[in-house]
């Protein structure tokens, strides 16, 4: 066991990320690390400028528990170049750049597991974070939607079966984009954006790969339509 399971999520909205962190490691142990200093979201214009949420799963690696900003941003360390290239691509693949989103975690806190084979990863998340996020993104318009970097976001976002849709459903454009705020806790459009490998496919789910060029193209039509309405 990992502590209590809880019905409901944890409200946490008065709870500083110290608070959070002794609390987690209360109920989940050295599964959570003891780092008090968590990544800042990363935005580098005002919140009127904001396109889209480009939305991670958590900061946890190999090398470094002192990330000043999520998706390590102004880290200076080498060794996330290609992690954050990768990131770069895929938004300017749909017309956007670092400074037309709003750059965050689900989960803020370093795990000791990274995601894939974190068994808690989920239980986490829905206890402890997406309310915290979702009064967190209340800041910018309801229009303004959030681009999925991971398959387990959506699963844990998703409501009404849409949890459970897989990738290729998207990337095949057999599902339509946007997920409906309606069908999701953070009551904001949703679209998948993810960085992993197709076990399918054997090909990366980079929005560069010409076998996802009609899924890229549905996106960037997307957010033309965003756009026109302003």
């Known amino acids: 066991m990992f502590g209590k399971v809880y019905n409901q999520p944890i409200v946490l909205r008065m709870m500083n990320d110290k608070e959070i962190i002794k609390l987690l490691r209360g109920l989940y142990g050295d599964q959570i690390l003891a780092v008090d200093e968590l990544p800042k979201a990363y935005i580098l214009r005002g919140v009127s400028s904001i396109k889209a949420i480009y939305l991670g799963c958590d900061p946890s690696n190999k090398d470094c528990t002192k990330l000043p900003y999520v998706f390590t941003h102004d880290s200076g360390l080498e060794n996330f170049t290609q992690f954050r290239q990768d990131h770069t691509l895929q938004l300017n693949q749909i017309g956007l750049g670092w400074e ?18 974190n068994p808690i990863w989920e239980r986490v998340a829905k206890e402890f974070w997406i309310e915290r996020l979702k009064e ?43 997920v409906p705020a309606s069908k999701n806790k953070l009551k904001r459009e949703l679209i998948p954006m993810y960085r992993g490998k197709s076990p399918r496919f054997n090909v990366s ?17 997307y957010f033309k339509k965003l756009d026109s309405k302003k």
Do not use: H, M
């Open 136 to 178: 967190e993104l209340s800041c910018f318009e309801n229009e303004i939607p959030v681009l999925l970097t991971a398959q387990v976001l959506l699963k844990v976002l998703g409501t009404d079966g849409y949890e459970k849709i897989l990738a290729p459903e998207f990337y095949e454009c057999r599902f339509p984009i946007p």
């Open 205 to 221: 789910y980079q929005l560069r790969n010409e076998r996802w060029s009609q899924y890229r193209n549905s996106i960037l039509s």
């Open 100 to 117: 037309d989103v709003y750059t965050q975690n689900l989960c803020r806190n370093y795990f000791k597991d990274e995601t894939a084979k």
